[in-house]
Nanobody
């Protein structure tokens, strides 16, 4: 079992930056692929970024490539999403997720956090 708690969301102006954190409980955190997804009002959940269990591999959605960076600290059982050059279209609830496969499919992730709101004003 893994429990995930996101933090770091908030209101930021376009062009600004935010860093999201996702703290995990459980002894097997380092065995999981970790990912971030987001869901805007009236839209389907979409993949943002994923990182392998070791941290050596990352995968990004085209919409955030070059602006967002995913990282993890297995000793702290925490995964991060550094977001820069934020745009109003990045406004969404951001969720972290844990799973066994390095994919961008939400169905491949077994554990989810409760989400944190990110709002980017124009």
């Amino acid at each position: 079992q893994v429990q995930l708690v996101e933090s770091g969301g908030g209101l930021v102006q376009a062009g600004g930056s935010l860093r999201l954190s996702c703290a995990a409980s459980g002894r097997t955190f380092s065995r999981y692929v970790m990912a971030w997804f987001r869901q805007a009002p009236g839209k389907e959940r979409e993949f943002v970024a994923a990182i392998s269990w070791s941290g050596d591999s990352q995968h990004y959605a085209d919409s955030v490539k070059g602006r967002f960076t995913i990282s993890r600290d297995n000793a702290k059982k925490t995964v991060y999403l550094q977001m820069s050059s934020l745009k109003p279209e990045d406004t969404a609830v951001y969720y972290c997720a844990a799973g066994p496969k390095f994919t961008g499919r939400g169905d491949d992730y077994d554990y989810w956090g409760q989400g944190t709101q990110v709002t980017v004003s124009s």
